[in-house]
């Protein structure tokens, strides 16, 4: 069992920067990929950001490759979302999630945190 806690989101301008954490229960964090995805008002859950258990691998949705960074400390049971160069495209609710096998899609995750929001003004 895992549990998650996102934090870090709030309200930014456009062009502007926040890093989400996401800290995690239990023993075996270690052993889970991470993702990170948003849902905005009215719109699907959408996938941006995973990272392997060790942290050698990472995926990034096109929508936020080359702006948004992911990345884990095992040692803190916590991973982080980088975003850089935000727009108010950008504005919805962002969850982190846990799954066994690395993998892009929300079926493949298991655990999911409550969310934080973020909202990106223009």
């Known amino acids: 069992q895992v549990q998650l806690v996102e934090s870090g989101g709030g309200l930014v301008q456009a062009g502007g920067s926040l890093r989400l954490s996401c800290a995690a229960s239990?023993?075996?964090?270690?052993?889970?990929?991470m993702g990170w995805f948003r849902q905005a008002a009215g719109k699907e859950r959408e996938f941006l950001a995973v990272?392997?258990?060790?942290?050698?691998?990472?995926d990034y949705a096109d929508s936020v490759k080359g702006r948004f960074t992911i990345s884990r400390d095992n040692a803190k049971n916590t991973v982080y979302l980088q975003m850089n160069s935000l727009k108010p495209e950008d504005t919805a609710v962002y969850y982190c999630?846990?799954?066994?096998?690395?993998?892009?899609?929300?079926?493949?995750?298991?655990?999911w945190g409550q969310g934080t929001q973020v909202t990106v003004s223009s």
């Open positions: 999630a846990a799954a066994g096998r690395y993998g892009l899609g929300t079926s493949r995750y298991d655990y």
């Open positions: 239990g023993r075996t964090f270690s052993s889970y990929a």
């Open positions: 990272i392997s258990w060790s942290g050698s691998s990472t």
